[in-house]
T-cell receptor, first 115, second 114 residues
Framework: AQSVTQPDIHITVSEGASLELRCNYSYGATPYLFWYVQSPGQGLQLLLKYFSGDTLVQGIKGFEAEFKRSQSSFNLRKPSVHWSDAAEYFCAVAILTDSWGKLQFGAGTQVVVTP | KAGVTQTPRYLIKTRGQQVTLSCSPISGHRSVSWYQQTPGQGLQFLFEYFSETQRNKGNFPGRFSGRQFSNSRSEMNVSTLELGDSALYLC?????????????FGQGTRLTVV
C-alpha cells in the first residue's frame, strides 16, 4: 500500500540548533515529494519540492531536503532554527500523473522551539 | 497576485444540516483540490476538479460533493452533517504545467458541527 510516514510526531529544539525532520515513503513508482509547513490556524505553505535531478533541494526560509532513493526518504533540514520555525511540518507525495492536485500527506511533525 | 481564497473562514452548523464551502483559486489555475484536516485522521484528500470535471475522488461518503464553475471557482457541499465532519477544510489550486507546478493552499474553512 502507498504510504507516507513521518516517524516523529513531536520535536523540541533549541533556538539556533539544527533541525532534521524525517519522512519515508512507500510507492511503486518514483514519487514527487514535497514539504509543507502549517502555522496554527493557517493553510499550508510549500517549503520545497523534489521532482528529479539533484537530490539535495533548497527551499524557502533556509530549509533544504535530501532525497535518498535507496532509503525511500526525503528528510528536511535546517542548520539553525529560529523561533518563527515553530509550526507543524508535513511531508507529501504525488504520483506522476497529469494531476498534481492529489497529494498524500504524512501525519505531520509538530516542532517546538525553546529559547 | 491574489492567493487561494476560501470563504467563510469559520462556520458553526448543527447536526443534520448541510453546508457549502467556497474556494476561489489563483487566477489562471484550473485545478482545484479539497482536503479535510482533523486531529485524528490528519490531511485527507477529498476530490479534485479540473475544467469543471471531477478527476479524482478520495474515500469519503457520498454526503461530500463538489463542483467547479467555468471560472474555476469551486464549491464543496456536505449534507446531513455529523459531529465527525468538524474539521479544517483546505482548498488548493494548481496550474498543472508539467513538473514546475505545485499546489497552493488557502487558509481553510474551520467547520464546527454541534
Amino acid at each position: 500500500a502507498q504510504s507516507v510516514t513521518q516517524p516523529d510526531i513531536h520535536i523540541t529544539v533549541s533556538e539556533g540548533a539544527s533541525l532534521e525532520l524525517r519522512c519515508n515513503y512507500s510507492y511503486g513508482a518514483t514519487p514527487y515529494l514535497f514539504w509543507y509547513v502549517q502555522s496554527p490556524g493557517q493553510g499550508l505553505q510549500l517549503l520545497l519540492k523534489y521532482f528529479s535531478g539533484d537530490t539535495l533541494v533548497q527551499g524557502i526560509k533556509g530549509f533544504e531536503a535530501e532525497f535518498k532513493r535507496s532509503q525511500s526518504s526525503f528528510n528536511l533540514r535546517k542548520p539553525s532554527v529560529h523561533w518563527s520555525d515553530a509550526a507543524e511540518y508535513f511531508c507529501a507525495v504525488a504520483i506522476l500523473t497529469d494531476s498534481w492536485g492529489k497529494l498524500q500527506f504524512g501525519a505531520g511533525t509538530q516542532v517546538v522551539v525553546t529559547p | 497576485k491574489a492567493g487561494v481564497t476560501q470563504t467563510p473562514r469559520y462556520l458553526i452548523k448543527t447536526r443534520g444540516q448541510q453546508v457549502t464551502l467556497s474556494c476561489s483559486p489563483i487566477s489562471g489555475h484550473r485545478s482545484v483540490s479539497w482536503y479535510q484536516q482533523t486531529p485524528g485522521q490528519g490531511l485527507q484528500f477529498l476530490f479534485e476538479y479540473f475544467s469543471e470535471t471531477q478527476r479524482n475522488k478520495g474515500n469519503f461518503p457520498g454526503r461530500f460533493s463538489g463542483r467547479q464553475f467555468s471560472n474555476s471557482r469551486s464549491e464543496m457541499n456536505v449534507s446531513t452533517l455529523e459531529l465527525g465532519d468538524s474539521a479544517l477544510y483546505l482548498c488548493a489550486s494548481s496550474l498543472l504545467q508539467g513538473k514546475n507546478t505545485e499546489a497552493f493552499f488557502g487558509q481553510g474553512t474551520r467547520l464546527t458541527v454541534v
